[in-house]
C-alpha cells in the first residue's frame, strides 16, 4: 500500500500508514521507508524525506543508496544544495559509496538552489 502511495505521491496517506504499521504490531522496514521518503521526495515533502531518513537508525535500519538517492532527489527537487551536499558527505559515514544517481541528484539541488560553484567540488570527485 505504501508503494502505492510512492507512486501517487501521496506522503500523508504514506505516513498515515506506517503510524497504523505500529497499532496493530507490524513493524516498517527498510522497503517501507524507501517508499515513504519516494513518496514525501514527489510529495516536495524534503523536510519530511530527511526526517525519515534520520529515523531508520533509530528504528535499528541502515539506510541503503535508496533511501539516500530518493532523499537528494527530493532535496534536489527543493533546490536545498547545502542539505544535499551534506547528505552526499555523510554517506560514507553510512558504509555507503554515492553512485551516479547520487551525484546528479546533488548536482541538480546545486543548479535548482543557482549554485554552481559546489558543483566543481562534486565534478573533482567524479575524477
Given at each position: 500500500a505504501i508503494?502505492?502511495?510512492?507512486?501517487?505521491?501521496?506522503?500523508?496517506?504514506?505516513?498515515?500508514?506506517?503510524?497504523?504499521?505500529?497499532l496493530v504490531s507490524a513493524t516498517p522496514n527498510d522497503i517501507t521507508y524507501n517508499s515513504a521518503i519516494s513518496a514525501c521526495e514527489k510529495g516536495g515533502q524534503w523536510q519530511m524525506a530527511l526526517a525519515l531518513l534520520g529515523a531508520m537508525p533509530e528504528m535499528w535500519m541502515a539506510p541503503d543508496d535508496i533511501s539516500c538517492n530518493a532523499c537528494l532527489s527530493s532535496l534536489a527537487?527543493?533546490?536545498?544544495?547545502?542539505?544535499?551536499?551534506?547528505?552526499?558527505?555523510?554517506?560514507?559515514?553510512?558504509?555507503?559509496?554515492?553512485?551516479?544517481?547520487?551525484?546528479?541528484?546533488?548536482?541538480?539541488?546545486?543548479?535548482?538552489?543557482?549554485r554552481w560553484h559546489p558543483v566543481v567540488g562534486i565534478l573533482m570527485r567524479l575524477g
Open positions: 508503494s502505492a502511495c510512492e507512486k501517487g505521491g501521496e506522503w500523508r496517506l504514506a505516513l498515515q500508514l506506517m503510524s497504523e504499521m505500529e527537487r527543493a533546490g536545498e544544495w547545502h542539505a544535499a551536499l551534506q547528505l552526499l558527505e555523510e554517506m560514507p559515514d553510512m558504509a555507503l559509496q554515492p553512485d551516479h544517481i547520487s551525484f546528479q541528484a546533488a548536482v541538480a539541488a546545486c543548479h535548482t538552489g543557482g
